[in-house]
DNA sequence: TACAAAAACAAACTTTTGTTCTAAAAAAAT
DNA sequence: ATTTTTTTAGAACAAAAGTTTGTTTTTGTA
């Protein structure tokens, strides 16, 4: 590797994380500032290199406006919810502890939000206490869909093995029996499990 | 609401899917024209109340540099490693399928891809046929823990329940037995099994 | 209706920022 | 040693972009 590519290199890593870190790119004279370049037309040669090599690309008539093409997936920010409960609506703002980006390739569309999973009653749909679940909003899921249901207050992860006249839901957890709710208790679907993010 | 108010959750929509798409803020006068405002100070008036309300935050002698302030958990870049081939480097380049973001409040460090599972041999575990795996690139790993092991050419995820003489690995499914692997066949462990992602 | 506040406009202004041009070191190649 | 290529610098420039000022229109309310 040529001596100019590092600096390439170093540069390019440097716009990166700048970007990570401040949600807009570095300006010529920002980048030379971090590299003791003293000259603006220096970095501008350098970023000449990147476009050219196509790692960066960028509108000529903006300013400050340049982005990094990579094999990147966007991102899609996904709610955490910390407590669901029945008063206000789920995505109401208080209840949102953050956003998680998920990558938008696996986890597409609106309306999705995240729970974190207490116990293992799901355990052998690999559901696991601990785990995170991504859910889509929706109040009717079909019959042997894992399902989000608000009962008694409280959120609860099942599968759904009937809806009338009972609500059933089915514990994936050979110790536990279904459990069989009527409509009288008043339990609500808010949501359908699509996915898992577990750490080990 | 008030309309005022209506019109400034757009705006402040519109930047953030902005700033998703492109890597950078739109400009003032972009703003302007995404919503019919013919004046720059119109807009300025309104970006100063998202400013107010603390919802981007701006460095003021910056031209096309604000940030939006919001519980974003910040992404952490891993790759999706394709091929698991002995030849070159897992890390290779010409391995890597894309880089998936994960949220760096789960999956934090360096050193860190992804595998797209095959086969269900870790079921137990949580571990399904078309999960995604989230590795650390490591060569050792502790007895009892899930290790990502090349052998014959192959990548494959067990739990590792002997090191020495031989290299055992015990599949998480009741229906297989464990494999057991001589030094001269020359495993390599490539990595430890730190999370997982699946999609129902 | 009358008044005040909010929202929108227009134009001028200042600063930032990318680009260009020319030239000079520094490094590499011959 | 000489030529060529790469890298760096300085200064000037033009366009982009945020800001300011003053005015007008719309909207809500007493």
Redesign the pocket.
């Known amino acids: 590797m040529?001596?100019?590519?590092i600096?390439?290199e170093e540069i390019y890593n440097y716009i990166k994380t700048f970007v990570d870190d401040n949600g807009f790119?570095?300006?010529?004279?920002?980048?030379?500032e971090k590299?003791?370049?003293?000259?603006?037309?220096?970095?501008?040669?350098?970023?000449?290199?990147l476009r050219n090599r196509g790692l960066i690309s960028?509108?000529?008539?903006?300013?400050?406006?340049?982005s990094i093409t990579q094999t990147r997936s966007p991102s899609n920010y996904i709610p955490l919810i910390g407590n669901v409960s029945a008063g206000k609506g789920i995505l109401a703002v208080e209840n949102i502890e953050g956003e998680f980006p998920m990558p938008q390739e696996i986890f597409h569309g609106n309306d999705l939000y995240m729970l974190h999973v207490e116990g293992d009653s799901m355990i052998d749909a690999g559901i696991a206490d601990g785990d995170y679940v991504i859910v889509h909003s929706q109040n009717i899921v079909e019959i042997g869909e894992i399902a989000v249901v608000l009962w008694q207050d409280k959120a609860t992860i099942k599968r759904i093995s009937a809806t009338v006249p009972n609500l059933v839901l089915h514990p994936e957890n050979k110790q536990m029996t279904d459990i069989i709710i009527t409509p009288e208790e008043n339990p609500s679907i808010i949501g359908k499990v699509i996915g898992c993010v577990k750490k080990f």
């Open positions: 040529k001596k100019g590519d600096r390439l790119p570095p300006s010529v004279r920002e980048i030379g590299f003791a370049i003293k000259s603006t037309s220096t970095v501008h040669y350098y970023l000449e290199k960028q509108d000529p008539n903006k300013k400050r406006a340049f």
